[in-house]
């Protein structure tokens, strides 16, 4: 299996970026930022530079499930991980986090574009991890302390009883202690949803992720999507492409009032996996 990683980072000015129509406007991609003397460090509620990292990764030849599992095929689970982190330039500081609105603050997204006769990417699962003890909220291992078992044996089921689909997850650990739970002390962390977009046409993945996160976690954030690809390949040039698309929300007028400074990159400079789908036999012939 081959795992193909996609990086990249950038700067970006955001103009009136707290009303329902924002400009995007790109300073730098992966050098080092050139930005204007005339720019200033923040003016509130008209402009700010942020610098995005952005990281995809995954499986670029999966195995295609042929037909329904209660038929005798064996369902394939794969893993897609994305990075997403914010910082500001040296020189251009200001209180990014506190400017966010508390409910929707970011919504990332997973494009899954099919061409041709590509399988069908059908999402299984999705997390979004966090390393432990966060800043103020109690891992789920410090609350379930009292709870696990003491041999490594059933600490290992228990981990793989949490999504009973994906057989390879067989560590507690693995799980455990890196998912960020969608609630904690019944206040809303963050949730999953799906919809068709507009301008693709194809099936989008997003976590919507509220500031709370990022004020107990820090600004560098990580998702898993466990996809199986269903159907068949009909040629060789048949692709799903994966698109990394962040966004981020200051405007409190409109829950989709999104900034988003990926829409200011050309198509090849997106970061995005294009994964070929493969039955077993195609695959092991390459």
Not at 62 to 86: L, S
Not at 100 to 122: F, K, Q, R, S, W
Not at 169 to 182: A, D, T
Request: hydrophobic share 40%.
């Amino acid at each position: 299996m081959t795992t193909r990683i996609k990086r990249k980072v950038f700067d970006f000015l955001a103009k009136n970026y707290t009303s329902k129509y924002p400009g995007v406007q790109l300073l730098s991609v992966n050098p080092a930022p050139v930005i204007g003397k005339e720019v200033y460090p923040a003016l509130k509620g008209e402009e700010f530079i942020q610098r995005w990292y952005l990281s995809l990764q995954g499986e670029d030849h999966p195995i295609v499930t042929a037909g329904a599992k209660e038929n005798g095929a064996e369902q394939r689970i794969f893993r897609y991980d994305w990075a997403f982190g914010i910082t500001v330039v040296n020189g251009y500081y200001w209180d990014w986090v506190d400017a966010l609105c508390d409910e929707g603050a970011l919504a990332i997204h997973l494009v899954l574009e099919p061409t041709g006769g590509a399988p069908d990417p059908i999402p299984v699962s999705a997390t979004l991890s966090a390393l432990h003890p966060s800043r103020n909220t109690k891992s789920v291992w410090e609350r379930a302390w009292p709870k696990i078992p003491k041999t490594a044996a059933e600490m290992a089921k228990m981990g793989a009883s949490a999504f009973p689909a994906l057989d390879y997850v067989s560590s507690g650990l693995m799980l455990g202690s890196n998912v960020l739970e969608s609630y904690a002390e019944d206040q809303k962390n963050w949730f999953l949803y799906q919809f068709l977009d507009e301008q693709r046409r194809c099936p989008v993945i997003e976590w919507r992720i509220n500031k709370k996160v990022l004020k107990e976690y820090g600004p560098l954030l990580r998702g898993t999507l466990f996809l199986d690809f269903c159907g068949s390949s009909e040629s060789n040039t048949d692709r799903v492409r994966i698109l990394l698309r962040p966004q981020i929300r200051y405007c409190p007028e409109g829950d989709l009032c999104y900034i988003i400074p990926t829409n200011a990159l050309a198509e090849d400079q997106l970061v995005s996996i294009d994964v070929h789908p493969k039955k077993e036999k195609e695959r092991s012939v390459q």
